[in-house]
């Protein structure tokens, strides 16, 4: 198995959003604000090689929305999936799975493009299987108001419309061991209904993809809860759980939308878990 970072593009949210309740004059230490209070975000991808699968992890924003759209995120950098891929001598056709931890259009967006003239939409991976699971999916095609905004018919629609939709087996618990595509899964509500958290064995180290359940590093602390989760309460202990679980095991926690720190431990302190060592993604790939 190889593993590949897939920096599919950057952009910038409301740090007020990303930290909820949380006090400006104290994530802005950790997430520093600019003079429009937005702070920097990743769309930071996995690519997973095993075998003859390619899979990729959640295909960040895409590039099929308008200027209006895209001109409320803030583009930077140039980055992009198609670099991203080439850089490691892949091309889209070659992914055989994508799997899409939620379908928040920052996560999936980039799964799906326009047709030739412009007319309608197509998938951007035409050989591939997509991955989400019944629950998100109903969840996420029937929006509540909340989300209505992040849950984009032309992000989600296609993938069914072409046959290429498949839904991950829910466990009865919150871990799914060994799924289809190789490795476990954890389960979480907090953010928005069955979010899908990779954790993936490589080279004698778990890897978890992270997506928003850590968004960054300043996210560690319990109540530090992005605005934009559903069920903010349910969010802390599923945390708690979980970094509980990365600091007895030395977890490496791979982090999606950190555009400053990729790869992180962490441990126990007085405090609550916390940063034990920051990692740049070739350094543990």
């Not at 202990?237 to 982090?255: D, G, I, Q, R, S």
């Amino acid at each position: 198995m190889k593993l590949y970072p897939i920096e599919s593009g950057n952009f910038k949210l409301d740090g007020g959003a990303m930290f909820g309740v949380v006090p400006k004059t104290i994530w802005n230490k950790t997430n520093p604000a600019d003079e429009n209070n937005l702070i920097d975000i990743a769309t930071r991808c996995l690519l997973i090689e095993d075998g003859n699968r390619l899979i990729l992890i959640d295909t960040g924003m895409g590039d099929k929305q308008s200027e209006k759209f895209f001109g409320y995120y803030s583009l930077w950098g140039n980055h992009s999936i198609d670099k991203s891929l080439k850089k490691y001598g892949f091309h889209r056709d070659d992914i055989t799975d994508v799997f899409m931890t939620h379908l928040h259009f920052d996560h999936c967006g980039g799964s799906v493009i326009w047709n030739k003239d412009k007319t309608g939409y197509e998938v951007a991976f035409k050989n591939a299987k997509f991955w989400s699971n019944d629950s998100h999916w109903d969840w996420a095609v029937q929006p509540n108001a909340r989300e209505k905004a992040s849950f984009l018919a032309e992000n989600i629609l296609p993938m069914q419309e072409s046959g290429q939709l498949n839904f991950i087996k829910r466990p009865e618990g919150d871990l799914l061991k060994n799924s289809e595509l190789g490795f476990d899964i954890f389960f979480a509500d907090g953010h928005t209904e069955k979010m899908m958290i990779p954790k993936i064995q490589y080279q004698g180290k778990t890897i978890c993809f992270m997506a928003d359940l850590l968004p960054t590093a300043g996210h560690l602390p319990l109540p530090y809860v992005m605005g934009y989760d559903t069920r903010p309460l349910l969010t802390m202990p599923e945390k708690a759980k979980f970094l509980t679980e990365a600091a007895e095991n030395n977890y490496y926690l791979w982090l999606e939308h950190d555009a400053h720190n990729q790869i992180i431990t962490v441990e126990n302190t007085e405090k609550g878990v916390r940063v034990k060592e920051v990692f740049s993604c070739e350094e543990i790939l």
